[in-house]
């Protein structure tokens, strides 16, 4: 009896040692056991669409009160602008064609001065041309942008009249076929391709055209490299001509 009783005791000693290293060990396991830290969510820039090709060329006139044409425009018009975007908070850059097929246009004429407005959408783009009765040269003198796109924070309205582009003569169309940058302001600048204008002085179609200075440099390297050629070909005329005439020279000697 007492034997049973002392192996009973030791079972019970051996149960409780081993409950007390199994709490220790759930314990340390517990404790070690790091927590886990979430990262704090970043919102990600928008990404920049891909800039659109070359714009569609369109043809645009306006006329007086007797219904006479005064001034004919005809050119592709992309628009790079900036504006604070509704949906990321941030500023971000767009370029945009206008669509001939969806463009209303008007405009006005008077003796030294002339507009033309085009219309798409929320888009308006108002050019004004100024003429100098002294000079008689015209000039695109003021650029005027309104835009309400659907992720702009508010409208963005634009405008610069001291400006001094497509600078032509009374009677003559201004043209450039090239495609050119016009500044405006920071948040503003106008593509133009295959422009041609005539503000002043129309007499049923454009007149005789000025290039601008793109279209003029075009020009220009074919004849610079045709020039070179000639010259080129002149002195190795001129080398076999002299070489000739001194080989003849020297049979004459002998």
Not at 2 to 14: D, F, G, L, S, Y
């Given at each position: 009896?007492?034997?049973w009783?002392?192996?009973?005791?030791?079972?019970?000693?051996?149960?409780?040692?081993?409950a007390?290293?199994?709490l220790?060990?759930?314990?340390t396991?517990?404790?070690?056991?790091?927590?886990?830290v979430?990262?704090?969510?970043?919102?990600?820039p928008?990404?920049?669409?891909?800039?659109?090709?070359?714009p569609?060329?369109g043809?645009?006139n306006v006329?007086?009160?007797?219904?006479?044409?005064?001034?004919?425009a005809r050119?592709g018009?992309?628009l790079n602008?900036?504006?604070?975007?509704?949906?990321?908070?941030?500023t971000?850059q767009e370029?945009l064609?206008l669509?001939?097929?969806?463009?209303k246009f008007?405009?006005?004429?008077?003796?030294?001065f002339?507009?033309?407005?085009?219309?798409e959408?929320?888009?308006t783009?108002?050019?004004?041309f100024?003429?100098?009765?002294?000079?008689?040269?015209y000039?695109?003198?003021?650029?005027?942008?309104?835009?309400?796109?659907?992720?702009m924070?508010?409208?963005?309205v634009?405008?610069?009249?001291?400006?001094?582009?497509m600078?032509?003569?009374?009677?003559?169309?201004?043209?450039?076929?090239?495609?050119?940058?016009l500044?405006?302001?920071q948040?503003?600048?106008?593509n133009?391709?295959?422009?041609?204008?005539?503000?002043?002085s129309?007499?049923?179609?454009?007149g005789?055209?000025?290039?601008?200075?793109?279209?003029?440099d075009?020009?220009?390297?074919p004849?610079?490299?045709?020039?070179?050629?000639?010259?080129?070909v002149?002195?190795?005329?001129?080398a076999y001509?002299?070489?000739?005439?001194?080989?003849?020279?020297?049979?004459?000697?002998i």
């Amino acid at each position: 009896m007492k034997v049973w009783c002392e192996a009973a005791a030791v079972r019970k000693q051996t149960s409780c040692i081993q409950a007390d290293r199994a709490l220790t060990i759930h314990q340390t396991l517990t404790t070690d056991v790091l927590p886990t830290v979430v990262a704090p969510e970043t919102s990600s820039p928008p990404a920049s669409p891909a800039p659109p090709g070359p714009p569609e060329r369109g043809n645009y006139n306006v006329t007086n009160a007797n219904d006479t044409v005064c001034l004919l425009a005809r050119m592709g018009l992309q628009l790079n602008i900036s504006f604070i975007s509704s949906s990321h908070g941030t500023t971000v850059q767009e370029v945009l064609n206008l669509h001939p097929n969806l463009i209303k246009f008007s405009g006005s004429c008077a003796p030294d001065f002339a507009t033309l407005k085009l219309t798409e959408d929320n888009v308006t783009l108002t050019f004004s041309f100024s003429l100098n009765s002294t000079s008689n040269k015209y000039h695109l003198s003021g650029l005027e942008l309104s835009a309400a796109l659907p992720d702009m924070a508010k409208r963005l309205v634009v405008a610069n009249t001291t400006l001094n582009y497509m600078v032509g003569t009374l009677g003559y169309s201004y043209m450039c076929q090239k495609e050119k940058t016009l500044s405006v302001t920071q948040d503003f600048s106008l593509n133009t391709f295959q422009l041609q204008v005539q503000p002043f002085s129309v007499n049923g179609d454009f007149g005789t055209a000025e290039e601008c200075e793109l279209d003029e440099d075009d020009m220009l390297i074919p004849i610079i490299v045709g020039a070179a050629l000639a010259v080129l070909v002149l002195i190795v005329i001129l080398a076999y001509l002299i070489g000739r005439s001194r080989s003849h020279a020297g049979y004459q000697t002998i």
